[in-house]
């Protein structure tokens, strides 16, 4: 696609249910991140895929956070049994090759935990 | 870790220009960006510099570095209302693979 898309865009769900944030980069690039903004606070690094290397997990911010990325495109953030301070948005990027100076980044799921 | 400051907040009048200030602390950081974000969009790669230089412009951006303070400053020449929005300071590693932002500074220009 000509951008990285999110999806959903919006999400409210209740206290201790999973949710799935999903991510579609820029066709082509190899590496992939998720980063997390809470309300008024700066960009949290989540995890970083690179091609077929193992993930950079090392944002994540509790086991109860997990993402994967299939066929090297598109990258599912699962959130098990969901908590108030998880609410946030989530944000995705893609780049070519790791090189953070060509991220694009998506819109963003705004994830809301009532 | 790394640790990103910024001010919060920044109000202008259109025409003038707007100066956003960054401080980081890891002396190592080879990559600085910023990016900003308008309401309900997701963020815009503004501008990067590498850590050895210490200005870069670009058309009416000026980017600043001095890597001895760890101080990174945004100049917006002639600030219009479509430049209000949040900017973000990012400070990479040499492996690029994981960006450390600052809060964001919210940026208003008045009419």
């Known amino acids: 696609g000509a951008g990285v898309s999110q999806s959903p865009s919006n999400k409210v769900t209740e206290k201790g249910k999973d949710v799935e944030l999903r991510c579609d980069p820029i066709?082509?690039?190899?590496?992939l991140y998720w980063y997390r903004q809470s309300l008024g606070q700066g960009l949290e690094f989540l995890i970083y895929f690179q091609g077929n290397s193992a993930p950079d997990k090392s944002g994540l911010p509790s086991d109860r956070f997990s993402a994967e990325r299939t066929g090297g495109s598109v990258s599912t953030l699962t959130i098990q049994r969901t908590q108030q301070e998880d609410s946030a948005v989530y944000l995705c990027a893609s780049s070519l090759a790791g090189q953070i100076t060509e991220a694009f980044f998506g819109q963003g799921t705004r994830l809301t935990v009532v | 870790g790394e640790d990103v400051e910024q001010s919060l907040f920044l109000s202008v009048r259109e025409g003038d220009s707007s100066v956003i200030n960054c401080t980081y602390t890891d002396s190592s950081s080879t990559y600085l960006y910023w990016y900003k974000q308008e309401p309900g969009a997701g963020l815009q790669l503004l501008t990067y510099?590498?850590?050895?230089?210490d200005m870069k412009q670009d058309q009416r951006l000026t980017v600043l570095l001095n890597k001895k303070d760890k101080h990174l400053s945004l100049r917006i020449a002639d600030t219009q209302t479509g430049d209000s929005a949040i900017y973000f300071c990012a400070v990479g590693d040499n492996a690029g693979n994981m960006l450390t932002f600052g809060g964001g500074t919210r940026l208003m220009v008045k009419p």
């Open positions: 066709s082509g690039h190899t590496a």
């Open positions: 510099i590498f850590s050895n230089m």
